[in-house]
């Protein structure tokens, strides 16, 4: 993967827990996104946890972002997943290498869609009191550091 995708290096930090005063580098780009989105049926012959890993992308939050395309490069990534956990003795690494980058690409973990400045809230998650606290001693911490 190229590093324009933002897939290399650590995981950056959340939103709210950032200061930054300069501008993003890079404008964001925006088109109308499709009418409808097909989602294909999980297959009857995949692996349980292939058919459970595909079917908790229907309840994660990023899946909102998902168009048609992205449920069939999930549907082929659940396929070889399912390959990969039928034979484990026999798998190449290489596949366990290609699908674990394709689960990247389908931002199925929160670095992954961190490092594309995705965020998912959680509704009443949010402590304000709590994150105002961390500022002000991240604060504290940066001017006594000197």
């Known amino acids: 993967m190229c590093s324009a995708m933002g897939s290399r290096g650590p995981v950056p930090k959340r939103s709210d827990q950032r ?13 109308p996104a499709a009418r409808k989105v097909t989602v294909p049926a999980a297959a009857r ?6 058919k459970r890993w595909y079917l908790s992308l229907r309840s994660s939050g ?15 990534a659940a396929e070889v997943l399912s390959r990969l956990l039928s034979v484990p003795d026999k798998t190449p690494a290489m596949l366990f290498t290609a699908w674990s980058a394709e689960s990247a690409r389908l931002l199925v973990t929160e670095g992954d869609r961190r490092r594309l400045r995705i965020e998912l ?22 001017k006594h550091a000197q």
């Open 45 to 50: 012959t995949w692996h349980p946890i292939a």
């Open 62 to 76: 990023q899946s909102q972002f998902y168009e048609s395309s992205d449920w069939m490069q999930a549907y082929v």
């Open 19 to 31: 200061r930054r005063t300069n501008q993003d580098e890079m404008p964001i780009a925006s088109a």
């Open 121 to 142: 809230e959680r509704e009443g998650h949010a402590d304000k009191d709590e994150e105002a606290a961390v500022a002000i001693m991240a604060d504290y911490r940066d």
